[in-house]
């Protein structure tokens, strides 16, 4: 049994997506039939990211739920909109926007896991300063280029042992 088949997340946006496509409108309009299917799509978004947040390392978890928690956003919408196309009240579509309220807490509290789980400090830059100061911290007043700046080997040029067409490199 994989890792995600587990999870109370994944198991209410698979039970979403399920009650999502069952959904009988009365309604011979193509556009609440889109939306119906948009709202479908939808939920199946948030459940394909929940199982593949259960296969990524920490950073990648966090990318995934938060895919999710957009997808159920976008349920919501959608759901929305078939009650509006319907003129039917929102209301009527209680237990779809519950299972989409259940689904986004515990979604937010996978993320909120993960955002406490690893408390340490991030680590300093290493790379040194990046605006071209010197790296010991000192100033230079003298705009020409440095001395110490030459190419190497003696010299350019399309001789033998340069990486220019003709040489040997």
Known sequence: MAEFETSESWKTTVRLAAAVGRLRVASN??????????????????AG??????????????GRFRDAAGALARCRSWIEVVAELTNEPVAVFDQEIEMIEHANKLIAA?????????????????????????????????????????????????????SQPGGLR
């Open 49 to 62: 990211a929940v199982a593949e947040a259960a296969t990524r390392d920490r950073g990648g978890q966090v």
């Open 110 to 162: 996978s993320l909120s896991t993960l955002d406490t789980r690893d408390s340490r400090p991030p680590r300093p830059d290493s790379r040194g300063p990046r605006d071209g100061a010197p790296r010991d911290g000192g100033r230079r007043d003298d705009p020409r280029p440095r001395e110490d700046f030459r190419p190497r080997g003696g010299g350019g040029g399309r001789g033998k042992g340069t």
């Open 29 to 46: 309009l193509k556009a609440v039939a889109d939306a119906q299917q948009a709202a479908f799509m939808a939920a199946g978004e948030a």
